[in-house]
């Protein structure tokens, strides 16, 4: 992991191997080793840049609210700061789908394509939204165990539970490896984001779409209609996954992804 000062917080993120830049942003409330599999296995291929997102991980924390804007411009500068100025090929999990429509709106000439896994376009409803809001407090007042034990049976498939429990015991390990402050911050960041469903059409750049066969919180079906509304976007549902297939069946979504950026190259 190196370091990196932007904006005036300290990001951590993986920097490994050279070419087409990807850029993997974790969704909530994990960090960058959600990807473990993807950086191990791409970076032969290709420049892979996996963050800790503002208040994630080992990078450091900004209390209150943190908002989508706020992680888009943070990943910007964390490119400038790389010396990255060309195209990138940003590839956002849930969260990082999210942090992805905000880059589109504010960053989008740096964009070599797009990878939206898990993600939704639409903004919360009012009771989902005012509930991010009672987690972010309860969050501050309790600690991490009861996000970890209320999303944990939500994110992956039952059948990682069965064949993978230790790839679940990371994503609880991830979930603790994070300040309560950050990922309060972060809950208010998406409780008031704005909805991207209107930007579908024009996002131009090509698109891949990533879905779960039995993702519970982005469901297929949605990331269907999503890739529908989409110019140049294509989808694929990965077998034996839910909501974190990078995890859960990184041989599917690794395919994906290098079929993806092999049709980007010249
Ligand atoms: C994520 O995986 O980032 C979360 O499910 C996002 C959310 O809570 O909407």
Do not use: K
């Not at 490119?79 to 905000?102: H, R």
Request: glycine share 8%; charged share 20%; with cysteine.
């Amino acid at each position: 992991m190196n370091n990196y000062l932007v904006n005036g917080v300290e990001l951590a993120a993986v920097d490994r191997g050279m070419g087409l830049p990807l850029l993997l942003v974790h969704g909530f409330p994990l960090n960058h080793t959600l990807w473990q599999a993807q950086f191990e296995d791409c970076a032969d291929h290709c420049h892979v840049i996996a963050p800790d997102l503002r208040g994630f991980g080992t990078s450091g924390v900004s209390e209150g609210e943190v908002s989508m804007e706020q992680m888009a411009d943070d990943l910007a500068g964390l490119l400038d700061t790389m010396g990255i100025q060309e195209p990138v090929v940003f590839c956002g999990l849930s969260m990082g789908g999210y942090i992805a429509w905000e880059f589109w709106r504010r960053h989008r000439s740096r964009l070599a394509g797009l990878i939206l896994c898990h993600t939704r376009a639409a903004a919360d409803s009012p009771e989902a939204s005012a509930n991010r809001l009672l987690t972010a407090d309860r969050v501050l007042a309790e600690g991490l165990a009861p996000i970890a034990d209320a999303m944990i049976p939500r994110l992956a498939a039952e059948v990682t539970f069965t064949r993978y429990p230790e790839r679940v015991e990371t994503v609880r390990r991830m979930i603790f490896s994070n300040d309560p402050r950050g990922v309060a911050a972060a809950s208010r960041g998406m409780a008031r984001r704005a909805d991207a469903t209107a930007l579908l059409p024009e996002i131009a750049c090509p698109t891949l779409l990533i879905a779960g066969q039995y993702d519970q919180l982005a469901p297929p079906s949605e990331m269907r209609a999503m890739a529908e509304a989409i110019p140049n976007a294509r989808l694929v549902e990965i077998r034996d996954a839910g909501h974190l297939s990078p995890m859960e069946n990184p041989a599917e979504v690794n395919a994906a992804i290098l079929s993806f950026l092999g049709e980007l190259r010249p």
